[in-house]
């Protein structure tokens, strides 16, 4: 895609949607945290359902923690990989516990390192939280930098890569979550409706419908 179709791209986008945010229910940096490792191979309707239960009783690391694995089981059982979710975000809990104060740390290396954190959820927690231009590759945005030419890679790191080097400076903080809603609601992976897209003319994808 180019440049010029680029720029004009995220200007639509955000004509659209001013002002973009994740669909996950929080009320903290920790909230987020936990939402998005929930969010895994689940929907965010089905987390937040979850974490309306579940927050209001362990709205920090020390409660969530004292729940210990079978008390978060049964908050959680509705999302799927919920053993292992619950796992992870215990074992997440007692490392925010023990090593940063009970606090979210804001920076890569440490988020990459808690249990149930990949590149992907660190991205998120990232922009979301702390402002930072970082653009988290999920499913949707992997269709859709492959699909329109914005971003084509093989893999999510080099879309990621791809969507950094391309997108203008002034679009990278709420890049990911123009991207992740339009590939969520329009640009859709068996039928994208194409015909209410606002990008459908500088898109490059050779079976769309207008």
């Not at 994740?22 to 191979?41: K, R």
């Not at 080099?158 to 992740?180: G, N």
Request: proline share 5%; aromatic share 6%; with cysteine.
């Amino acid at each position: 895609m180019k440049k010029a179709d680029i720029e004009q791209f995220y200007a639509r986008l955000r004509a659209a949607n001013p002002a973009p945010t994740t669909e996950l229910s929080y009320t903290s940096t920790f909230q987020l945290l936990i939402a998005v490792i929930l969010s895994a191979q689940a929907t965010d309707v089905g987390v937040n359902k979850a974490t309306a239960r579940l927050f209001p009783v362990a709205p920090t690391p020390e409660k969530m923690a004292e729940l210990g694995i079978e008390g978060l089981s049964e908050y959680i059982k509705t999302i799927g990989l919920y053993r292992t979710k619950a796992k992870n975000v215990i074992a997440t809990c007692r490392i925010l516990l023990e090593r940063h104060g009970g606090e979210v740390p804001n920076d890569r290396t440490s988020l990459e390192a808690l249990p149930g954190v990949g590149r992907k959820t660190a991205n998120v927690v990232l922009n979301t939280a702390f402002g930072e231009p970082t653009i988290a590759v999920d499913t949707h945005i992997f269709r859709l930098g492959n699909r329109t030419g914005l971003a084509p890679g093989k893999t999510v790191v080099d879309v990621e890569q791809e969507l950094l080097r391309v997108t203008p400076d002034e679009y990278k903080k709420d890049a990911h979550h123009w991207l992740i809603l339009h590939g969520r609601y329009v640009c859709k992976a068996r039928k994208p409706e194409c015909e209410r897209c606002v990008v459908a003319d500088l898109c490059r994808f050779k079976g769309r419908s207008t």
